[in-house]
């Protein structure tokens, strides 16, 4: 079986990973020749890495190497039986993107997004095909994160849902059926998570540091919520924040912060930009509670 997945960034690179580990022929797109080789040096590191720890053997390592494909053009997506989308968190964009896509695959290759907050509803509509159309959300970094959602929208043929529950399952991971509304229920959860973290901050009841320590050393989270939003990104969190409210029919309970929207303005992103809600260059001081 091979597999399509467009966009190399965090998400795309790392599935990308936990597919060709599991066996599969991996197509993977981007527009961005530059990302695509960032892409592929980092699932060279990781694998080599886990192979240099014992995790999987040398040859087990070259092979998942050898199963992954980059390309700047989609006519590999020909031979594809199942496309992972993995772009920028814009509806307009996905649609765009699944309209060229459609153009391109065979009419029985399924097609999936991995939103972490658009209705899959609204990106399949603007698919020809939408009973092939499916939400696949992983977690980041996906080849750690056990959690999957499958998402089946409201377009979607009966027992596609569980064909791709069986699949991911097989991937090693710990598949979850979830309905298409707003966030599903990881990004559902950790929007108040998010949300009261920068409250409590901006009230001046604690500093970052502190409310991470709190909920690292006390709380027991593997990563507090500064710490965490400047991981996932600010580009991509704010937006699903943003995505998650209007969604709730502007629901306060789901209300942006002004201070996160400044950070994303700014092109403060978190690490992958060296800064976020802390800094990340090579003189940046750790953050001490
Ligand atoms: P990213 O910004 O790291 O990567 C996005 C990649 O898509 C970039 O390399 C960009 O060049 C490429 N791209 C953009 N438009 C494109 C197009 N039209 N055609 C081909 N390539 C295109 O973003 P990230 O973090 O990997 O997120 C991607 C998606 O995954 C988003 O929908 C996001 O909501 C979702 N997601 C993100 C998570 C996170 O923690 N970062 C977790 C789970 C889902």
Request: charged letters at 20%; one cysteine or more; hydrophobic letters at 40%.
């Amino acid at each position: 079986m091979t597999i399509g997945i467009i966009g190399s960034g965090a998400m795309g690179a790392g599935i990308a990973q936990v597919i060709a580990q599991a066996g599969h022929s991996v197509c993977l797109h981007d527009t961005n020749s530059a990302a695509l080789q960032r892409a592929s040096t980092s699932i060279q590191a990781n694998l080599r890495k886990l192979s240099e720890k014992g995790k999987i053997k040398p040859e087990e390592a070259e092979a998942a190497i050898g199963r992954v494909r980059t390309c700047t053009d989609m006519d590999s997506f020909a031979r594809c039986s199942l496309i992972i989308e993995a772009i920028v968190e814009d509806l307009a964009v996905k649609q765009a993107s699944f309209r060229d896509i459609e153009a391109v695959v065979s009419d029985d290759c399924i097609l999936a997004s991995n939103t972490s907050s658009l209705s899959i509803a609204s990106i399949a509509a603007a698919c020809q095909k939408p009973e092939r159309f499916i939400g696949i959300h992983f977690f980041n970094p996906a080849p750690l994160m056990q959690l999957v959602e499958v998402i089946p929208a409201v377009q979607t043929r009966p027992g596609l849902a569980e064909e791709i529950r069986d699949l991911v399952q097989s991937w090693g991971k710990l598949p979850v059926l979830t309905k298409d509304t707003p966030g599903f229920i990881v990004n559902r959860v950790a929007r108040p998570f998010y949300g009261e973290a920068i409250r409590i901050l901006e009230e001046g009841i604690a500093d970052m540091a502190t409310i991470d320590w709190a909920m690292t050393e006390l709380g027991g989270f593997r990563m507090g919520p500064f710490t965490l939003m400047d991981f996932i990104g600010h580009d991509v969190n704010y937006r699903v924040t943003e995505s998650v409210f209007t969604a709730f029919f502007f629901d306060p309970r789901f209300k942006p912060s002004f201070t996160q929207k400044r950070l994303f303005e700014a092109g403060y992103y978190g690490r992958k930009s060296g800064r976020g809600f802390y800094s990340y260059g090579p003189d940046a001081v750790p953050p001490e509670p």
